[in-house]
């Protein structure tokens, strides 16, 4: 969903549909200390497609959040790192995931 297509009422509706989806935080919080291409993050996202990588890291470029960077060489070799804006969330993100280990070792 690129930020053009979002509709919210509230703030937290606008947050949860930028980063919403069952990858988009995944690979956020993965790619968090630096550059990472493709291969890296299908092998670091246990069960994704790689339908589905390529579309959620689309989603991800166009909103600002990631940064795609290609270089001319053979073979093609791209890289995939943070936008300042995507920087923003990670400590939301770091937050997510200590309630989720809480929680999970609670059951």
């Known amino acids: 969903m690129?930020?053009?297509?979002?509709?919210?009422?509230?703030?937290?509706?606008?947050?949860?549909?930028?980063?919403?989806?069952?990858?988009?935080?995944?690979?956020?919080?993965?790619?968090?200390?630096?550059?990472?291409?493709?291969?890296?993050?299908?092998r670091a996202i246990v069960g994704i497609s790689p339908k589905m990588l390529t579309q959620t890291l689309r989603e991800l470029e166009a909103d600002e959040l990631v940064s795609r960077k290609v270089y001319l060489e053979v073979p093609p070799r791209v890289e995939y790192s943070l936008t300042s804006t995507g920087e923003e969330l990670i400590p939301f993100i770091k937050q997510l995931r200590s309630w989720g280990e809480k929680k999970m070792s609670q059951n």
């Open 2 to 42: 690129t930020k053009k297509n979002i509709t919210a009422h509230c703030a937290v509706d606008y947050a949860f549909k930028r980063i919403g989806g069952k990858y988009k935080g995944r690979i956020l919080w993965v790619i968090r200390d630096g550059f990472m291409r493709y291969g890296e993050l299908k």
